[in-house]
């Protein structure tokens, strides 16, 4: 062996796996180039304007890409809503193109994976990006996916985030790939949906920590909070809506009852909480308990859009022909929805308002850069169950609460059966995925794959569940007639998926908190979302071909004039799209990248495949590092997920 040649052990196929996907990572962000350093004091100094179109294409493109994404909007919030909208709702309805029809192609639908699709258009398979949240056997903890503990909050207290954690690359990647000035901004309510949707070269991301009702970013994107960001926070904006109740904005509440139902169903919130209108907050700043209920209310998303507008004056977005990407997370929508459900007073309230809100954003933005400037595109993250009291008063008697230690008391009575005196099998659990302890199977000498068959039988035998998976399944062909099992796969990723994957039966609701509702699964009421795409060129109209979120992210490059890889099961969006965007695109328009249908990523350069130098080593996500001590902080006792409403 020669000197200097780095030798790769593999003790599993699973360690392979791993291995093989950060390497492919590193290899990626090497070709993608290192992400710019942010200059002390904040946002970096615009760039000298280069041409507007790609090399040898006469084609402008858009100089602002604006992705707005509502965190819960169903469908049919359009219909049911849409002859109340007079605003932003309205614009997108008369001008853009709505393809009614978009699903998302995998099954665990929540807020981390959701934005992980919406600008990379990659299923979880492939990037990572499984479920919000999932139980680390090297950590041994729960690890959020865009924790970092390498990193630090800037602006305020919080915790520190990254993409770190994402394995792959975004349209913002590849476009500051071919344009090097152009900027990518992401901003929300929540740390995920701004960092998932801006990517890896982000130039910032900001979102709005609880902790103190302040906007933050972290050091992955800047040493210092910028001057106009301490400035914003300096003003304690969020405090001023303390003494301020969240009325109806219409007064007729027979309107309401009208489009939405009656108000103040059992089963909104919990028995704690006003269900009704006015909705006055009970706790005031500084208390935390405030900022986190300020998300529960329209004025969250009218706030984050003041943020968003002063970080688009800040980065100077559209201000030249390099395009630049703003993506924006309106989350309220997703915190009203877990509270009170889609057919509640609430919510019909809240798209109600988001509509003038985004009224707003489109009068700014056409001040700013000029709608004709713009491509703008709206989708959602994922749906939601409506509420089980509701679906049990429409004659569904199969609705359900289930507390979450119903589930584990059958599970663990079933492995005290299979293995007498083992212990701390099953470690974690927030459907629909069901983690073991991987160190206590094998110290017990016991096989995972037992262990988790056996926990997949109890649930099979139990009334909660359709289907249960183990992830030896995953490794094998699809089963014919399983409709759900491709979608599981393209949400399965090895490394970081449960050992035992369950799909419940439809509007059978897994919290141990006694109202509310949530989502995550691949039923209609969770996957059916809407794609609108509005701009210069673009043919306003219905779309009803079948489609997805992942087909947005290599639409809006043939738009931007260069390709991107698409999943094999993705589309582009084409009957909608100016010509100019599907002609053939000019030579070196590839961006460096090719892909292996159905299998993920295979970088390349000058047309062959990458390699890493001999003495590369892996860029390593945060989540998987050396195992702390066993008695290591945090480290679950075995109980289930806690349920926050905001999936």
């Known amino acids: 062996m020669s000197k200097g040649t780095t030798v790769w052990r593999f003790s599993s196929k699973k360690n392979l796996w791993l291995a093989l996907s950060l390497l492919a990572t590193f290899a990626l962000q090497a070709l993608v180039g290192a992400r710019a350093e942010v200059p002390k004091g904040g946002a970096p100094a615009p760039e000298p304007a280069k041409s507007a179109t790609a090399a040898g ?280 929805g877990h509270t009170y459900g889609a057919d509640s007073h609430e919510m019909m309230d809240q798209m109600l308002r988001l509509d003038r809100t985004l009224q707003r954003l489109f009068q700014e933005v056409d001040r700013r850069v000029g709608l004709q400037n713009t491509m703008v595109v709206l989708t959602a993250d994922h749906g939601s169950q409506p509420l089980v009291e509701i679906m049990n008063a429409r004659g569904e008697k199969s609705a359900k609460r289930v507390d979450p230690s119903e589930v584990r008391q059958k599970f663990d009575a079933a492995i005290e059966r299979r293995f007498p005196g083992a212990k701390d099998l099953v470690v974690y659990f927030d459907p629909p995925n069901f983690f073991l302890n991987e160190d206590n199977v094998r110290k017990q000498g016991l096989s995972l794959e037992d262990v988790a068959q056996t926990v997949a039988q109890t649930l099979r035998d139990s009334n909660y569940v359709d289907a249960v998976y183990t992830k030896a399944d995953f490794l094998r062909s699809a089963p014919k007639g399983d409709r759900y099992f491709e979608l599981f796969r393209n949400s399965f990723f090895e490394p970081r998926s449960g050992h035992v994957i369950a799909l419940m039966k439809p509007f059978i609701y897994v919290d141990d908190r006694r109202g509310g509702t949530g989502h995550g699964t691949p039923y209609e009421y969770d996957r059916h979302i809407p794609i609108f795409f509005m701009g210069q060129g673009v043919k306003p109209g219905r779309y009803s071909e079948p489609c997805g979120p992942e087909d947005i992210a290599p639409t809006l490059a043939r738009l931007l004039r260069f390709d991107y890889p698409q999943e094999y099961d993705s589309r582009l969006l084409s009957e909608a799209m100016p010509a100019y965007a599907m002609a053939p695109l000019p030579t070196g328009s590839g961006g460096g990248f090719s892909h292996d249908t159905g299998k993920g990523y295979v970088p390349t350069l000058g047309g062959k495949p990458v390699q890493a130098p001999a003495d590369a080593k892996p860029m390593v996500p945060t989540s998987l590092g050396p195992p702390p001590p066993a008695s290591a902080p945090g480290q679950p006792s075995g109980k289930s997920a806690p349920a926050p409403h905001s999936k």
């Open 57 to 336: 294409d006469k084609t402008p493109r858009p100089r602002l890409v604006l992705v707005l994404s509502i965190d819960q909007m169903r469908f049919d919030y359009l219909e049911r809503f849409g002859k109340l909208f007079t605003g932003g709702f309205k614009t997108l309805l008369h001008s853009g193109a709505l393809f009614v029809n978009a699903r998302y192609r995998h099954a665990n639908c929540e807020t981390g994976p959701g934005h992980a699709v919406i600008l990379s258009g990659r299923h979880g398979s492939h990037s990572g990006m499984i479920a919000n949240s999932w139980y680390d056997q090297l950590l041994h903890k729960v690890v959020n996916l865009v924790e970092d503990p390498t990193q630090s909050p800037v602006g305020g207290k919080g915790r520190g985030a990254s993409p770190a954690n994402f394995l792959g690359f975004t349209l913002g990647d590849m476009l500051k790939q071919h344009s090097p000035n152009s900027k990518v901004i992401g901003v929300s309510m929540k740390d995920r949906a701004a960092i998932l949707m801006a990517g890896r070269r982000a130039d910032a991301a900001y979102w709005y920590e609880t902790a103190e009702g302040r906007f933050v970013s972290s050091t992955y994107y800047m040493r210092t909070a910028p001057p106009w960001l301490e400035r914003w926070n300096a003003q304690r904006y969020v405090d001023r809506f303390a003494q301020i109740p969240w009325t109806r904005l219409y007064p007729d509440e027979k309107l309401y009852n009208h489009y939405a139902g009656e108000d103040k169903v059992k089963g909104e919130w919990d028995d704690e909480h006003i269900i009704s209108f006015p909705h006055v907050h009970t706790n005031k700043p500084p208390d935390k308990n405030f900022y986190d209920d300020f998300r529960r209310t329209p004025m969250a998303d009218e706030t984050m859009l003041d943020v968003a507008l002063l970080a688009m004056d800040a980065h100077e977005l559209g201000a030249d022909a390099d395009p630049d990407i703003l993506a924006l997370g309106f989350s309220a929508t997703d915190i009203i």
